[in-house]
């Protein structure tokens, strides 16, 4: 049985000029049923910051595409990992620069030392130095298969050895899908290179 509500109510008395506080005694009307409380919503764990691995070029725009979808990551920066004194080997840094300024995020870089003996520790430092210096939670990339004699994915394994998470939305997939999805996503793809002979 419902417990009666109490109501406090204020009535003057006769006698005197004070007011009287009293408390009466009321029950639920039968056609009013009581409410129910109101279930408390789970609540959803903040997006993790994220940063994508970036070149400039198609995979790693898609890659972004997918991340900037996934609601549980939170897409602030774009990383270039490139190797002091060499000749960058991706598009120009003027060119991802103003990529970086028309999406709106900032552009990182993680210089790997070209005389270093350890190439995979090299890098897990410049993540860790990432994961530090800026809160990044995950590193998205565009890979979509294993290069060379690898057995597992290099930024997998990177990232692993900084205790951060690697995001992979193309990993595997069919090339042709992937193109497929480039251009129903409306993206303008031009060739910057291209390798000899299959365009000759």
């Known amino acids: 049985q419902p417990m009666p509500s109490t109501r406090l109510s204020q009535k003057s008395e006769p006698w005197g000029r004070h007011t009287m506080t009293t408390f009466s005694e009321s029950k639920p009307k039968p056609s009013q049923p009581l409410s129910q409380p109101t279930p408390t919503q789970p609540q959803r764990p903040n997006p993790s910051i994220t940063a994508i691995s970036w070149t400039g070029g198609k995979d790693c725009n898609l890659s972004l595409l997918h991340a900037h979808r996934d609601p549980s990551l939170d897409v602030r920066y774009l990383v270039v990992f490139r190797v002091n004194e060499k000749s960058f080997l991706a598009h ?10 028309s999406l709106g995020l900032e552009l990182l870089f993680v210089d790997i030392p070209q005389d270093t003996n350890d190439y995979m520790q090299a890098y897990i430092d410049g993540i860790v130095n990432l994961k530090v210096g800026y809160g990044i939670e995950v590193i998205t990339t565009g890979d979509m298969d294993l290069v060379g004699t690898m057995e597992r994915n290099w930024m997998e394994r990177c990232c692993e050895g900084a205790s951060i998470r690697v995001h992979l939305p193309l990993w595997k997939k069919n090339r042709e899908d992937v193109l497929e999805e480039l251009l129903d996503e409306g993206f303008r793809i031009m060739f910057s290179c291209v390798k000899s002979p299959f365009f000759d």
């Open 92 to 101: 120009p840094i003027p060119f991802m620069e103003a990529q970086a300024k």
